[in-house]
T-cell receptor
């Protein structure tokens, strides 16, 4: 399973764009890059996923360079409610069941 | 509501008690998972069920006993727990294989306190 490295914590202010970068140097050909968000005392929530280049949805954008050894989650104009832990994972969906192995994540604090 | 429902939301139990955590999903998924999240620690994968068969048991003590009677229900039976077992227990479900690309869905968890 590819290991990911991301900052332990980040601070931002309301209305700013936040970019969280994740390193996954040992990513394999079949691996997808997946991001989850977790609020205190709740289960993680799927945010976005991609394989290469750029993916955008109503919540975030995900930028993946050609070598796929890193990825950047971009949250546009954050609000206080975006304060959460953000997890970057790489997952191989080509087999049977898929298991998500979570690291420590990035604790994002958004300030007024 | 995420489509994965866990009950109870909170549970306090003594070390000699027996209790069960319940998880139910109505998403048509065919894989279910138990995770443990202790304070200030990453989520730890405990058990994986795929097509109602247990496929992973990540060195979990025998005082935790999972059960998956069908693809929609998952239980975690607890007995003679220790105070260090106090944690948030999370259930998740997904599709197997390539359909898993649509992500896991987690429940809101059961906050367990062992006294």
């Amino acid at each position: 399973l590819a290991k990911t490295t991301q900052p332990i914590s980040m601070d931002s202010y309301e209305g700013q764009e936040v970019n969280i970068t994740c390193s996954h140097n040992n990513i394999a050909t079949n691996d997808y890059i997946t991001w989850y968000q977790q609020f205190p005392s709740q289960g993680p929530r799927f945010i976005i996923q991609g394989y290469k280049t750029k993916v955008t949805n109503e919540v975030a954008s995900l930028f993946i360079p050609a070598d796929r050894k890193s990825s950047t989650l971009s949250l546009p104009r954050v609000s206080l409610s975006d304060t959460a832990v953000y997890y970057c994972l790489v997952v191989d969906f080509s087999g049977g069941y898929n298991k998500l192995i979570f690291g420590a994540g990035t604790r994002l604090a958004v300030h007024p | 509501e995420t489509g994965v429902t866990q009950t109870p939301r909170h549970l306090v139990m003594g070390m000699t008690n027996k209790k069960s955590l319940k998880c139910e999903q109505h998403l048509g998924h065919n894989a279910m998972y138990w995770y443990k999240q202790s304070a200030k620690k990453p989520l730890e994968l405990m058990f994986v069920y795929s097509l109602e068969e247990r496929v992973e048991n990540n060195s979990v003590p025998s005082r935790f006993s999972p059960e998956c009677p069908n693809s929609s229900h998952l239980f975690l039976h607890l007995h003679t727990l220790q105070p260090e077992d106090s944690a948030l227990y999370l259930c998740a479900s997904s599709q197997t294989g390539n359909q898993g690309r649509y992500g896991y869905t987690f429940g809101s968890g059961t906050r367990l306190t062992v006294v």
